[in-house]
């Protein structure tokens, strides 16, 4: 295990809560301003961070009229963050779905080159029904085919990067990012990732779930040092435990009813506005995680808290608070690190994907609150020692692609 914590920052809108629009003294716009995005940038910098992290849909979803979305594609609000900051990476999402491998390569291996080495690209199979039709598709492909496409893919994409000689990269090539739970997700990471998202709430999954990656990628003839495991947390700071749970009360109070049942319904995968919000879903309409539609990995996430829990509707909307299922740690800046310290010592993590409840004051609170805590402790850097993503990450430098040969009609027929 490294020694030291690798931590980006999720500069989703205006805050992975659902109702941190709403709250008061915040901008419900700011998210459709360049400049939020970069001034966060900015301060991540300062910090030391490893990377800024933009998570990204091909599609502009419904939900849309509930709260603010992602504004910007990313290689466009990257490439002004590239040109505002001088070391901090940069990691955008783009689809395997619903681009091409040529096109793609092109597009983050010139963002890469002018940055200075200082990108990574994370892989995403684009699910959901909305997306699909924005394609002029009537279903989105079957689980499976995304992640089959996905690895060959990648592949092509890290091939086209090695071919290009006139654009070499101080890292090398962009590093792979890569998110997924489910068993194809997994067996995805194992194949690909240098960096891998997860999203577990509990600590003991968390260490499996690292465990099995790092086992996997053996398989593939790759060195279980060179992946990063980051679950997502969220983190709502106070300067008291009460205040953070107070604040943690509000945010609640100002989601939406109308967007937390959509987002739950698009994770569930049934509707849920004939269900009587005091009352716990009922079993019968839960499928086999395996057998989910969508995101798996959220899917597992939901139906274990029905299941642990019981929990009412109206109580589950509250203990997600519209977000994506990921964990929520409330308190002091010294509870947080606690959390965060019992985690990196007991091997269920390399680091985080830090998504703070608000932007930009949530991520105000843990930069100035949180990681001096962690600097006390000697578990985060107190400047960089490199200049690109991949040495933040203590990788080396990589070797050239083993030679492989993808039938674009391979690609074509899980489209």
């Known amino acids: 295990m490294a020694k030291q914590l690798h931590i ?124 699909a039709r924005n394609f002029g598709r009537d279903e989105e492909p079957e689980h499976a085919l995304r992640y089959r496409r996905a690895g060959d893919f990648t592949e092509r994409v890290v091939r086209q990067w090695a071919d290009r000689e006139e654009f070499t990269s101080p890292q090398g090539r962009p590093v792979v990012v890569q998110a997924g739970g489910s068993r194809d997700g997994r067996r995805l990471a194992s194949r690909v990732g240098e960096v891998v998202f997860s999203a577990a709430q509990d600590i003991d999954e968390a260490k499996a779930f690292r465990d099995e990656i790092r086992a996997g990628t053996a398989e593939f003839g790759r060195r279980p040092e060179d992946v990063v495991i980051l679950p997502g947390l969220s983190t709502v700071v106070g300067s008291t435990e009460q205040e953070a749970r107070e604040r943690r009360e509000l945010l609640d109070d100002l989601l939406p009813l109308a967007y937390g049942r959509t987002r739950l319904a698009g994770q569930l995968g049934f509707p849920l506005d004939d269900l009587d919000l005091d009352r716990p879903i009922p079993r019968e309409l839960l499928t086999d995680p395996d057998e989910a539609g969508g995101s798996q990995s959220f899917y597992k996430i939901v139906r274990a808290i029905i299941e642990k829990e019981n929990p ?70 107190t400047e960089y020692q490199a200049d690109t993503l991949r040495g933040h990450l203590g990788f080396p430098i990589p070797p050239a692609p083993i030679a492989f040969d993808v039938p674009e009609q391979a690609l074509a027929t899980a489209r």
């Open 8 to 131: 980006n920052v999720n500069i989703l809108n205006s805050g992975v809560f659902g109702g941190t629009w709403r709250l008061p003294g915040s901008d419900p716009l700011a998210a459709y301003s360049i400049d939020h995005y970069t001034s966060i940038a900015k301060k991540a910098e300062e910090a030391a961070l490893d990377a800024v992290f933009l998570a990204d849909g091909p599609v502009i979803e419904p939900i849309i009229r509930h709260r603010p979305g992602n504004s910007f594609e990313p290689s466009t609000v990257l490439a002004r963050i590239a040109a505002r900051t001088e070391r901090i990476g940069l990691i955008g999402t783009l689809s395997s779905s619903y681009n091409d491998p040529a096109e793609l390569a092109r597009r983050i291996g010139d963002l890469d080159h002018v940055s200075g080495g200082r990108v990574g690209w994370n892989v995403v199979t684009t699910a959901g029904a909305a997306a």
């Open 312 to 381: 009412t509707l109206r109580r589950l909307l509250r203990r997600l608070s519209g977000s994506s299922g990921h964990r929520i740690v409330v308190g002091t800046p010294e509870q947080i690190a606690d959390d965060i310290e019992h985690w990196f010592r007991h091997g269920a993590a390399d680091g985080f994907n830090v998504m703070p409840d608000v932007l930009p004051s949530g991520f105000d609170h843990f930069v100035d609150g949180v990681l001096p805590e962690l600097r006390r402790r000697g578990l985060f850097r």
